[in-house]
């Protein structure tokens, strides 16, 4: 019970100053990479999808059924933009036992390693002294990564992260009151990422972060949407798919 | 002001809300339900975060997965709250050298590895695992959800709406804590109900706080600083304070029927004994020489194993004051005489004889260690060591 008393405790004490931060820059590519259409092979882990309400205050009510509809929306989008990637995207089968462990080790890695690039390398102003040359995109989770099963015959593997607060009434009515005394509130928390990972080097060749996704992934057009802006930038997609993408923002 | 007066008789309720779960007389066991699905938007919602977490606690490495240990610590809850309700739950040994055990809405329970080495039978790991089996079963990581989400609209209101709601918003960040320790007095109350059902002796849950005392204080000397055991709790205690659930779980232990049987004293120390070298290596590296030479003390009441003279040893020659390596000296050679000392008693000894300036016992003490264990992982400086 401890942790979560101190994650409310945090939550209560955050709550009311969350504003957040635009994020200046939404894609980064390790220089040079480019995936030609119909080279790879891409596994696609299983998705970190958390779906639920924004309650008055701020905190998250997590809601099961609509995270199970995103779950599956989010699923059938991203097996529909196979197509727009060029290359195959296969699911990845998770192993059981000690194998287990070493994959939610490198998911947890991929996470760290994907949020200290979102606030490291895509705010400019807060770039560490080591990412700082232009053009720069160096990340990597190491080399073993490949030494996970049933990794062998693929070249890439491409995380997917959405999170999803929808703002209650309350938290929108509270909004426009607010608003009338001038103070800033916001509603809802809609952020996501996917990245990139080159199974052979290890390295991040591509991520892709936005803190203010649009499309409801409650319902298959707006999951069709949110896979679209999740994949925006993504190397490997034909010319013309991004231009479309780009169009239904 | 009608928004004031409203904001008070809604904290009021609050508060009273919060001290009628935490009744005076021990409560009968509530009916239980077997393979409990969660009802409402609320509840589902938090049984799905906690199973994505239990998906990862699952696969991490930080849990100790030794069936033998397992079958053990499973077995004590079982026989504490019963065959039927132990179903419900999924129990993880996490390796942590600290005094806790968790619960999570959907039956993921864990326990410490630090509340492994501090516990001493049976009874008294039930008691952990009763309480927090009660968390489960009363469902109070719903009711704190509810509680904290409308005590924090209320909050939100409050700040938008009442020109100076600061001492509203300090109220109600209070009723939050208080909240939480009327829920584990609860759960202490039902715990110690659990045990008195069972065949362990129910004072055993108050045994364990009088200990916890025990060490906080000595970890306080050993800093410096004044033991300080109070009975009222501070404003931001997410627990009651350690005097006052020894004193309210003696007095429900007292009121209660309890069976005769055993604490499982042998028992449990047959079972952790395996586990004991490295649960102590773990303490004595927290930093906390009073508080380790305390516990090191109360497990060493039916006379000084060599594990514990050995983990008091490293504890007196990490410490390093030179007074304490003559006495880590002295216990590396007491377990070492006792037969049965691994090879780093040979390698402490060499040390804590090296900085003593006794130079040539040091050499002949850690030249045995490089035989004894010719390929441990700092051989090559230690024969350098030797060779100087």
Not at chain 2, 133 to 144: K, P, V
Request: charged content about 20%.
């Amino acid at each position: 019970m401890r942790f979560v008393r101190t994650m409310l405790a945090v939550m209560a004490a955050t709550m009311l100053a969350v504003v957040p931060v635009q994020a200046q820059e939404k894609t980064g590519v390790k220089p040079g990479f480019t995936l030609q259409p119909g080279t790879a092979r891409i596994v696609l882990l299983r998705p970190s999808i958390r779906v639920g309400a924004q309650s008055t205050a701020g905190m998250f009510e997590p809601n099961a059924d609509w995270t199970q509809q995103a779950r599956e929306n989010i699923g059938r989008a991203l097996a529909k933009a196979q197509g727009q990637l060029g290359n195959t995207v296969v699911d990845y089968v998770e192993p059981v036992g000690a194998d287990a462990a070493a994959l939610a080790e490198y998911q947890a890695l991929f996470d760290a390693v994907a949020q200290s690039v979102i606030e490291f390398q895509f705010f400019p102003g807060n770039r560490l002294p080591t990412k700082k040359r232009k053009d720069q995109f160096a990340w990597s989770l190491g080399a073993d990564v490949a030494r996970l099963p049933g990794l062998s015959g693929a070249d890439y593997a491409l995380f997917v992260t959405t999170e999803d607060h929808f703002g209650s009434t309350g938290r929108k009515v509270l909004q426009v009151f607010a608003a009338l005394a001038r103070v800033p509130v916001t509603a809802g928390v809609h952020k996501g990422f996917a990245g990139l990972v080159d199974l052979h080097t290890g390295e991040l060749v591509w991520l892709n972060a936005d803190l203010q996704m649009g499309g409801d992934v409650r319902e298959a057009d707006g999951a069709d949407k949110r896979v679209r802006q999740l994949l925006e930038g993504f190397p490997g997609r034909p010319a013309a798919a991004t231009v479309v993408a780009s169009a239904g923002r | 002001m009608i928004v004031r007066r409203l904001m008070a008789a809604m904290l009021a309720a609050t508060a009273v809300a919060g001290a009628g779960s935490a009744a005076e007389k021990v409560p009968p066991l509530p009916p239980y339900v077997a393979a409990y699905e969660p009802t409402n938007v609320d509840e589902r919602g938090a049984w799905m975060i906690a199973d994505e977490d239990e998906r990862r606690l699952r696969d991490s490495a930080d849990v100790m997965r030794d069936p033998a240990l397992n079958a053990f610590v499973r077995g004590v809850l079982c026989r504490t709250v019963g065959e039927d309700r132990c179903k419900g739950v999924r129990l993880y040994i996490v390796h942590v050298p600290a005094f806790n055990a968790t619960m999570r809405p959907n039956g993921m329970m864990t326990i410490w590895s630090g509340a492994l080495l501090r516990l001493r039978s049976e009874a008294e790991l039930g008691a952990v695992l009763g309480h927090e089996f009660g968390h489960f079963e009363l469902r109070h990581g719903l009711a704190d959800f509810r509680n904290r989400r409308s005590g924090t609209d209320l909050m939100a209101w409050a700040s938008v709406l009442v020109a100076n709601s600061a001492a509203f918003q300090v109220d109600m960040v209070g009723g939050f804590y208080a909240f939480d320790r009327a829920q584990e007095k609860a759960a202490d109350m039902i715990g110690v109900r659990y045990l008195a059902a069972s065949h362990y002796p129910s004072h055993a849950a108050a045994d364990i706080w009088d200990r916890m005392m025990g060490e906080a204080d000595a970890t306080a000397i050993g800093r410096h600083r004044k033991p300080d055991q109070r009975y009222a709790a501070g404003f931001f205690a997410s627990h009651p304070t350690n005097l006052a659930r020894a004193t309210y779980l003696r007095s429900a232990a007292a009121e209660l029927p309890d069976a005769d049987g055993s604490a499982g004293v042998d028992g449990y120390r047959a079972a952790i004994a395996p586990w004991l070298p490295m649960l102590l290596d773990d303490q004595i590296r927290l930093n906390d020489f009073g508080g380790s030479e305390y516990l090191l003390g109360q497990l060493a009441v039916g006379g000084w194993a060599t594990p514990l003279l050995f983990a008091r040893a490293e504890l007196y020659r990490m410490r390093g004051h030179p007074r304490d390596l003559v006495s880590a000296a002295g216990f590396y050679q007491e377990a070492i005489a006792r037969g049965d000392a691994g090879a780093e008693a040979y390698r402490g000894l060499g040390l804590a004889l090296m900085r003593s300036q006794q130079v040539e016992p040091a050499k002949t003490a850690l030249r045995e260690y490089l035989r004894r264990k010719p390929d441990a992982n700092d051989a090559s400086i230690i024969a350098t060591l030797v060779a100087s």
